[in-house]
């Protein structure tokens, strides 16, 4: 990559992610992690209890992206077609035409994923893992770049439908949004973080920058030693007697993705085995099922992350 290409994509990043920050208080960590998922070209699914924010960030990165955006607010009783649309028959053109859903935006906040029903969320995975939907036997290509950010709400909460595996295996990452600590949540109090801050949100990327920096990210070099280093772990979620599904090759891909975005964003043009392990959890949590051997006071949706930090912390950091 070129040292100039490198300065100019890292600074539209570096702007991105502290307009962002302006918004999303006390939680620089959750927004990385966010840009992290853009840059490799994955999907975001966002978790937490009502009120701390996840809507928020969906919003707050589809303002900061020159994008197209729509929201969906699922419900239970929607149907495939609220999402992807619909034909109807056309009296004068004597004709089906075929009337486009939410889903054709660049940005996708699909909020509250796991309030609708199994069928409905099925909608969505044409569209995730090949940036196309078909309907009717026409597929329809989505515009780029094409990015789903999902907020649920925990499963332990009544009224939800949890996501099945299939549709979990299209979200590069899921990541869990917290209370805020005392410091942040005085300054949102006494701020107009939140509402005001998010309506004078402008711009910062255009489509164009984020496919930019997406292929500069691809270019990002990734040592043999550390392909190594992230199949070794791979490798001990598959053999663990506390996980009864280990993590797919397309887990491995997405680690791979994320390693080199959150180099991109550290301004480097090469990884290190530090870009690797602070993701691992994100990436591969929801990828995983723990078995009935592990034992553990922890919530269940909880048990995976436990697992992960033992099984990275049990394999050796290449030099």
Known sequence: MAPELMVTTSQRAAELEASLRRVIRGK???VRLALVAIFAKGHL????????????????IARAIDCTFQRIQFT???LPSDVLGISIYSS?????????GPVFANVLLADEINRTTPKTQSALLEA?????????AHSYQLPQPFLVIATQNPIEHHGTYPLPESQLDRFLMRIRMGYPDENAERQILRSEAGVAQLENLRPVLSAADVIEIQQAVARVHVDESLISYLLSIVSKTRASEYLS?????RGSQMLY????????LEGRDYCTPEDFKPLVVSVFAHRVAVSSLYASTLKKSEQAE???KDIVESVPVPI
Do not use: C, H, W, Y
């Open 76 to 78: 239970s009783d929607m």
């Open 128 to 136: 995730m893992n090949e940036g196309q939907v078909t309907i009717d």
């Open 245 to 249: 599904l280990g993590v797919s090759p």
């Open 92 to 100: 004068l053109e004597q004709k089906f035409e075929f009337k486009r």
């Open 45 to 60: 699914l966002i978790e937490g209890v009502p009120g701390v924010g996840k809507t928020t960030l969906g919003q707050a």
């Open 257 to 264: 993705r994320a390693a080199q975005a959150m180099a991109f």
């Open 306 to 308: 436990q697992v992960l």
């Open 28 to 30: 620089d960590d959750i």
